[in-house]
């Protein structure tokens, strides 16, 4: 089976290569499982060099990876270079805050003198080896947000990448290997989505993370619980972005198109539904509509490109398939919706803006995974919070208003793993990431993503 790299901003294939074999993928999994035995003995302290080591040499990478993602799923050089800047503060946040955040727990004696124990602890223990089947629109990222905690806790991990993103998936591997870590403890596994099973009913393999749709998510899950085995899902999102009439609407408009466009609009915390209040819903609308019209489609190499292509040629024909359903049912089209004219090779798509969403169109229910926006306008408070939950995911939110009651509204009322006010949709090393509803369980990051693969174990000792 051949794997193939093609720059979605040309349609020409730059890479193939062969997927592993099943010899090779069992001597994998035997290495995976056997430095699992060693490594999770070894101390937090050399863990976090090997792991800051990793940092600096992506750090040193920087550029060529950066080039690398850009030319395998298309998103703009600039935004490439900052997410391997990121992939580096995340591995150093967990180099140096790791053994702090697993420290042993002690309940208070006073806690527990009623169940005959002289003392308690809370141990947190690596699970062993653990499968990460990664998306493609943030190859780095996706990873290292996985990868960092489980190496810091002690686990090791196996990596199944998108399809399409091998080059970025091979150099992973050789990064981890580049800094040290012992053979096996990281490896890529350069194989097609119907080996996931296979590796995930393996006895070695004591959990999986996934990022990803949500048939990929429904899929994993089920194997996984009938292997009776640890999932972390983050699935897609539909996040709402909120405006009330005490926002600042110019600047709110202004940040609302960088949300939506982020990573060439294929995100799953990008906003996507723009819910805006009567009272500032038409100065928002033109404002936003312009901002998004002026915007620059081209070349992601090029660094003055606002939106580059879209990744594959099959997620332009789903995005395109979602507007004209919405347009034959009655949407108003405020720019775009339509492939970029003066690019007739790669898979543009114009910046788009839609607006007269009714729930009988797709768009309100699933995800536009690209540089699509949905404007709703919504007369208070009450049918704002409506329209926002009125969706099968839950990652997260943006809201825009200054009045502590509204706020207090949304905190209490949002059905999402996030909530911002002011400001778009961040992930940090050290704010917990992940959804609610379909948009999956688990979370990843801060001290709440490095426990998921931990055996959280009791220690009790007689009085």
Not at 346 to 351: F, N, T
Not at 371 to 400: H, I, K, M, Q
């Amino acid at each position: 089976m051949a794997i193939a790299s093609v720059n979605p901003a040309t349609g020409e294939t730059l890479k193939t290569f062969e997927a592993i074999g099943p010899e090779e993928l069992e001597n994998r999994l035997a290495a995976a499982h056997a430095t699992f035995r060693t490594y999770r003995t070894s101390a937090f302290s050399e863990r976090s060099r090997l792991l800051k080591r990793a940092a600096s040499l992506l750090e040193e990478d920087q550029e060529d990876i950066a080039r690398t993602m850009t030319s395998e799923m298309g998103k703009p050089l600039v935004a490439a270079r900052a997410e391997a800047a990121k992939c580096v503060k995340a591995m150093r946040w967990y180099a140096d805050h790791a053994e702090e955040l697993l420290a042993d727990e002690h309940p208070s004696d006073a806690d527990v003198k009623d169940s005959g124990a002289s003392g308690v602890t809370v141990r947190y223990r690596p699970l062993g080896v653990v499968l990460a089947v990664m998306p493609w629109n943030f190859p780095l990222w996706q990873v290292v947000r996985f990868a960092a905690p489980a190496l810091m806790a002690g686990n090791t991990g196996l990596l199944k990448h998108a399809s399409n993103v091998p080059q970025t998936a091979l150099y992973l591997g050789d990064l981890f290997h580049r800094a040290g870590f012992p053979d096996g403890c990281f490896q890529t596994l350069l194989v097609g989505a119907g080996a996931i099973e296979g590796v995930l009913r393996d006895p070695r393999v004591a959990a999986a993370t996934l990022t990803g749709s949500e048939p990929a998510g429904r899929s994993v899950a089920a194997i996984a619980g009938d292997e009776v085995k640890k999932t972390v899902l983050e699935l897609g999102g539909s996040d709402p972005y909120v405006v009330m009439p005490s926002a600042d609407v110019d600047r709110a408009a202004r940040v609302a198109v960088t949300a939506r466009v982020q990573n060439n609009g294929q995100s799953c915390i990008a906003a996507k539904r723009f819910i805006i209040h009567e009272d500032v819903h038409d100065t928002f609308a033109e404002r936003f509509t312009a901002r998004m019209e002026a915007l620059s489609v081209g070349d992601p190499m090029d660094e003055s490109t606002d939106v580059g292509p879209l990744a594959t040629e099959q997620g332009r024909a789903d995005l395109e398939e979602l507007v004209d359903d919405a347009v034959r049912r009655g949407a108003q089209v405020l720019c775009g919706a339509g492939r970029s004219g003066d690019r007739p090779a790669g898979w543009y798509y114009l910046p788009t803006v839609l607006t007269g969403i009714t729930p009988e169109m797709r768009i309100h229910h699933e995800e536009a995974f690209g540089p699509v926006a949905t404007v709703y306008r919504v007369s208070g408070l009450d049918e704002a919070v409506s329209v926002a939950n009125d969706s099968p995911f839950g990652l997260s939110s943006n809201v825009w208003t200054r009045d502590a009651g509204d706020m207090e509204r949304f905190v209490q009322d949002m059905e999402a793993g996030g909530i911002f006010f002011n400001g778009m949709t961040a992930s940090h090393p050290a704010m917990p990431f992940g959804g609610a509803k379909r948009s999956g369980y688990g979370r990843e990051l801060s001290d709440h993503g490095i426990k998921e693969f931990c055996n959280i174990t009791t220690v009790w000792t007689a009085a």
